[in-house]
T-cell receptor, first 114, second 112 residues
């Protein structure tokens, strides 16, 4: 596609449920990032993929969070047993590779945990 | 580690000039980014500075001083559509680290 596509754009769930967020990066971009943005806060790094592998998972806040990427393209971020503090906008970004390149962000998935 | 500071909010008048500052403390340096984020939208790339000095791009300019750990974004001839958050970010340092570290952003409100 022309840009980074994320789905769902909005997700409301009950505490304790699992959620899956999807990111479809720009075709040909080998690097993919997940960030989290809470109200009034900066972008918090979660995980980085180069191809299908994740050399940097240092930002995942707990073992309830996991992510995978298949075919060097689509990525899913899974949050198990959601908590209210997981409520945030989850942003995906892709680039040609290397963190000194421009990141192209998706519109984000807004997660609300009740 | 990397620490980035920006003012939380700024207000400026349409047609005026505004300067948004960013200071950073890092164990090394690999350039500095500015991104623009309109409310409810994705951040978009504005500039990348790796050398000292001013880089101009239309109404927007970005300045970097590596010795002072300081950058600013200069917006001229402000328009209402420039109301947005402006995010300063630094790339990772060292092997095994790939994250772009963002400041909390400066929310700019342009008023008539």
């Amino acid at each position: 596609g022309a840009g980074v596509s994320q789905s769902p754009s909005n997700k409301v769930t009950e505490k304790g449920k699992d959620v899956e967020l999807r990111c479809d990066p720009i075709s040909g971009h080998t690097a993919l990032y997940w960030y989290r943005q809470s109200l009034g806060q900066g972008l918090e790094f979660l995980i980085y993929f180069q191809g299908n592998s994740a050399p940097d998972k240092s930002g995942l806040p707990s073992d309830r969070f996991s992510a995978e990427r298949t075919g060097g393209s689509v990525s899913t971020l899974t949050i198990q047993r959601t908590q209210q503090e997981d409520s945030a906008v989850y942003l995906c970004a892709s680039s040609f590779g290397g963190a000194t390149g421009e990141l192209f962000f998706g519109e984000g998935s807004r997660l609300t945990v009740l | 580690g990397q620490n980035i500071d920006q003012p939380t909010e700024m207000t400026a008048t349409e047609g005026a000039i505004v300067q948004i500052n960013c200071t950073y403390q890092t164990s090394g340096f690999n350039g500095l980014f500015w991104y623009q984020q309109h409310a409810g939208e994705a951040p978009t790339f504005l500039s990348y500075n790796v050398l000292d000095g001013l880089e101009e791009k239309g109404r927007f300019s970005s300045f970097l001083s590596r010795s002072k750990g300081y950058s600013y974004l200069l917006l001229k001839e402000l328009q209402m559509k420039d109301s947005a958050s402006y995010l300063c970010a630094v790339p990772p340092l060292g092997a095994g680290s790939y994250q772009l570290t963002f400041g909390k952003g400066t929310k700019l409100s342009v008023i008539p």
